[in-house]
């Protein structure tokens, strides 16, 4: 049997740091669910200043006995060169990862509604506490804990 695909359009929104607005701008994705419940996201969107770019996220079949997920994730802005590798968890039609990029700083993933005509895939920043005293003082001050970078809305 085939794999199911289906492509999706909508907006991404964008902004670096807490403090700044979000940009919006198109995006694409093609849903891809492999089997059992594993899938394929690739996607794009448009930065603000950089212009178009590119991401895959592959996302496996949770484990048997629990609802743990695995998955690969690489985007031309924000995760290259390398593969990022996520763990999560797997829910009735939601899918929430994590891990760290940085010392302690850590990326943060949620896809809703994989399976259905408008789902949703957020990027959030984890900034951890130890950052807080690097910043200058002359900043905006931020605190600790996540925040949403890019927040993607899609619809079939």
Request: net charge negative.
């Amino acid at each position: 049997m085939a794999p199911d695909t289906r492509t999706v359009f909508g907006q991404a929104t964008f902004r670096l740091m807490p403090n700044d607005d979000f940009s919006t701008g198109p995006t694409e994705a093609r849903i891809t669910e492999l089997s059992l419940g594993a899938f394929s996201i690739s996607y794009s969107w448009a930065h603000p200043q950089d212009g178009k770019q590119y991401g895959q996220l592959l996302i496996g079949a949770p484990h048997e006995e629990s609802k743990i997920v695995t998955v690969g994730w690489v985007d031309t802005w924000h995760q290259k060169p390398h593969l990022q590798v996520f763990t999560g968890t797997a829910e009735t039609d939601s899918i929430k990862l994590e891990a760290n990029y940085i010392a302690d700083w850590r990326w943060q993933i949620e896809l809703i509604g994989l399976s259905t005509d408008s789902p949703t895939m957020t990027f959030r920043n984890v900034v951890p506490e130890s950052a807080l005293q690097q910043q200058p003082p002359s900043d905006t001050p931020i605190g600790a804990g996540p925040y949403d970078v890019s927040v993607f809305s899609w619809r079939s």
